[in-house]
């Protein structure tokens, strides 16, 4: 039941992060009481839930992970290198830039994005 991965196809996305936009995506410790959208994965499901999320520019992304997922930079689409979270982690990150951000879990491939507005 595992999915493949595969290479780097060369495609791109359509709305990109800001061009020179340094350290667009950032933790923020501790957690909000209440984030501007929560994303997350189960152990017997190969998705994030939601698969995409939209929020406006500064709001933060809660990302709940199971043991067997993770949260890395899609390097297939525009993305920025501080969109990590670790196998069973819970993580909040804020992205202070506009764009569309890709996402994937690295042993199993499946990917999300988060636009921001």
Do not use: W
């Not at 667009?24 to 994965?41: K, L």
């Not at 939209?54 to 290198?81: E, R, Y």
């Not at 982690?89 to 202070?96: N, P």
């Amino acid at each position: 039941m595992l999915a493949a991965c595969g290479g780097d196809d060369g495609g791109g996305a359509a709305d990109a992060p800001k061009e020179g936009a340094a350290n667009t995506v950032s933790e923020v410790s501790p957690c909000p009481g209440t984030p501007d959208a929560v994303v997350t994965t189960e152990n017997t499901s190969f998705a994030y839930m939601p698969q995409a999320t939209t929020i406006t520019q500064g709001q933060v992304v809660q990302f709940v992970l199971s043991s067997d997922h993770d949260v890395a930079p899609n390097t297939q689409v525009n993305t920025d290198p501080g969109l990590r979270v670790n196998f069973g982690q819970t993580k909040c990150l804020r992205f202070t830039a506009t764009g569309t951000f890709g996402y994937k879990c690295t042993p199993h491939g499946f990917v999300g994005t988060v636009t921001v507005n």
